[in-house]
């Protein structure tokens, strides 16, 4: 089922769901059910599963130089979300994004998704390696998350990149990123929010956001997204703090600002323990905000890590 269809019927009430990383290469799929069991009560109409890059690693050779090699650290995306519907017969949801993959892998992926009956994917551009100060398109891929979705339109439309076999029609929803503090790359709010209407116009049916801290962000960016004729159903992405490191790590990685009450808290803490009790307490009274603006969904970036999600979602569901 379409995530729009999932908050249609939910009929005003506001659902839940998570993200998954596919684990690290050599993990078994067990590892992945570990991840979602303890958060089956809540009944999650949708599991997002990511999609990472190619990464480089250098490796010294017997002559002492070093050479330069390709590597996945997590594969399986599609593979782990066929996993989740076989298994609970819940949507998955796979992360395509334009940085490691090029144009026809990107269509066979569509094509394999397909023929899993997935219905939903979230076009995304996709991070740099961490080796590389900026985004750097993967020869024969996409650059844009714009090009992705024109893509996935087409195939939609049944119009593949190679015409030699009988073309039929896909009906992918389509999802897309929003920045309710900005993409760190947009000049400014407004270009952000010219960029994220070009993305519904071209046919994004749903928009899941970065996390945020400050619910009033999220208020205005619903806001400013209606005000620019943007109505497709936007989703909260949230991650609760559950470490001290975190309250530096994640304005730094993210490009985002913490409310000052939850600094001052987290400053006070003394250990790890400390700052996931105040980060969870802090979780827990934004998602009972969001719930009453009328969020469609609480989204979760778990991180394969389901504790404290689990703590946080059965004190507001």
Known sequence: ???????????????????????????????????????????????????????????????????????????????????????????????????????????????????????????????ARAADNSFIPTKGGHCYATDLIAHIKNHNDGKFLHEDVETFKSDFCIGVAGYPEKHFEAPNLNADFKFLKKKVDMGAEFIVTQMFFDNQKYFDFVKKCRENDINVPIIPGLKPISTLTQLNVLPKIFHIDLPDDLVDDLSQAKSNAEAKEIGTAAMIKQCNELIEFGAPVLHFYTMGKPAQTKEIARAIF
């Open 1 to 127: 089922m379409k995530i729009t269809e999932h908050i249609k019927n939910a009929n005003g009430k506001t659902l839940f769901s998570f993200e998954l990383l596919p684990p690290i290469k050599g993990q078994s799929i067990q590892w992945i059910y570990d991840a979602i069991d303890p958060l089956l009560e809540f009944n999650p109409p949708f599991i997002d599963v990511t999609s990472l890059r190619e990464d480089y690693i250098y490796k010294e050779q017997d002559n002492g130089l070093l050479q330069k090699v390709a590597y996945r650290k997590r594969p399986g995306t599609i593979a782990i979300c066929a996993a989740i519907i076989h298994k609970y017969k819940i949507d998955a949801v796979p992360h395509l994004i334009c940085g490691g993959f090029t144009k026809e892998e990107t269509e066979n992926a569509l094509i394999d998704l397909q023929f899993l009956g997935i219905d939903n994917v979230l076009a995304l551009r996709g991070d």
